[in-house]
């Protein structure tokens, strides 16, 4: 009795759209995108704009509260965040007991959020001046928490923030250990700055539906952490990264990409819901790895993705699919030395800003997200007694 026709499913109830595509859920002020254009704007600024004079810090404010900051606010923001970096020694102990257990990163990321809620008194406060104190809270403790994992599960002893490091120069040298060179911080911080908000992708929904309960913000980021984690969301420039590594050479990358696509397979790093052309934030950070590879050393990868998106802009851009953001940053990353598994953790270090963002926006107009399933199962079935059943 069902039919499905792409994205619309035809039920007895009625036509269900399947998996909300394109299903307006609210209005917003904190991001928009054009896809066919390939434009990214947050609160109204380009992401070109931002990409070139602003930095994390500056961003996540214009995110937060909808204006650029001038400079004594930005220097209050800054200070807010580093007196939040570190954590409760309780929460260094979780981490610590799963990363010595090879919990992934991610449930790390869960786990370390959820139990960070229970440090503070005002956790289940949803006013104005509590929500803004736990975004801030929750955006300085996300890199901690992910460095803190990286040496716990190397036997490594943890390094604790420094309050005169900006926040990605503070992130790496809490994974590594010394301060970065400029070009690494800025490999980070672009990253950052690029990922912050991407209107309402699934892990930012996630966060939506759990705040729209009133949870508390700990519990509606741990929504959005959780969502992010799956394959299909946060884990695809990891498998652009892996892809390069098995090309292995600029010259094997036309056969390898002709042969993949013959056989029907899937190029990562390729293609977007959304952007029907060239990812702004691809476009972006495509130079950045460039100049991260020269300085670097290393042009290999480099090299290995522009044969691929020759490959792609030839035989793939025809039916509207490009490269999207992570055909270029896994390359950063590994340049960086950051093992693979920390790289959505990394997507979620910027993204739990936009999550906050549209948690604060959405209890402003706020309804409970309560949708309805159309069951086509029996009703009132004979209740059989266990010893009678077959
Ligand atoms: N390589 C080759 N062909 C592709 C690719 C790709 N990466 N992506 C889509 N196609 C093809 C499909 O096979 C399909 O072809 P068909 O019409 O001949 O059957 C057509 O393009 C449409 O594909 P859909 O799956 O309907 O497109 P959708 O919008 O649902 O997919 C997605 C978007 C999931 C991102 C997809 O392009 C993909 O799997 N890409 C690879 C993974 C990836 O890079 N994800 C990161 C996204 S960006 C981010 O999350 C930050």
Known sequence: EISTSGKVIESPCGPIIHGLEDVLIKVTSISDIDGRKGILWY????IDDLAKYSNFEETAYLVLYGKLPTRSELSEFSEKLASNRDLPEEIYSIIRVLAENKVHPMLVLESAV???A?????????SKEA??????????????IIAAHYRFSRGLGVIKPKKDLSHAANFLYMMFGSTPDEVSTRAIDLYLVLHIDHEVPASTFATHVAISTWTDLYS???AGIAALKGPLHGGANEAAMKQYLEIGSPSNARPY???????GKRLMGVGHRVYKTYDPRARIYKDL??????????????????????????KLAPKNLYPNIDFWSGIAMYLLGIPYEYYTPIFAMSRVVGWSAHAIEYLNEHRLFRPRACYIGPHDVQYVPIDQRK
């Open 131 to 144: 929500l803004y104190d736990q975004a801030i809270r929750l955006t300085a403790v996300l890199p901690t």
């Open 289 to 314: 790895v460039r100049e991260l590879s020269e300085k670097k050393g290393n042009m290999t990868y480099y090299q290995i993705a522009e044969e691929v998106e020759k490959v792609v802009l030839e």
């Open 114 to 116: 959820s139990a960070l």
């Open 220 to 222: 509606a980021i741990v």
């Open 43 to 46: 609160r109204g600024y380009r």
């Open 118 to 126: 229970g440090f503070d008194p005002k956790a289940g406060d949803l």
């Open 257 to 263: 990409v002709e042969k993949l696509l013959a056989e």
